[in-house]
């Protein structure tokens, strides 16, 4: 776990209408209180968590475009860009570029 995770962990484990402040939480695991707050509030999101939110599949939809590719490579299909980007956008239900 992140020194700020560990941070937002913490907060949640108050009791409601506890009072803390960011400045002594972020003291406590060293981290930047602005960052902090903002990522409490959901106003910033952390790189893992917004290229995750970026990807079209998510890690199930991923495994089946691997299997289908595999598939299609047993069979000595080797699958063009064409056919693994309309796969991929069926699996998703949406348009998936590049």
């Not at 803390?20 to 602005?34: K, L, S």
């Not at 089946?64 to 699996?91: C, D, H």
């Amino acid at each position: 776990m992140s020194p700020m995770e560990a941070a937002i962990a913490a907060i949640k484990l108050l009791e409601p209408g506890e009072p803390f402040t960011y400045t002594a939480i972020a003291h406590a695991h060293g981290v930047n209180r602005v960052t902090l707050a903002q990522r409490h509030k959901h106003f910033q999101v952390s790189h893992k968590a917004q290229a995750i939110k970026q990807h079209k599949l998510n890690p199930q939809q991923e495994l089946e475009l691997v299997q289908y590719i595999k598939g299609l490579t047993r069979r000595a299909l080797l699958p063009t860009r064409e056919m693994i980007q309309n796969f991929a956008s069926q699996v998703a239900n949406e348009p998936v570029g590049e």
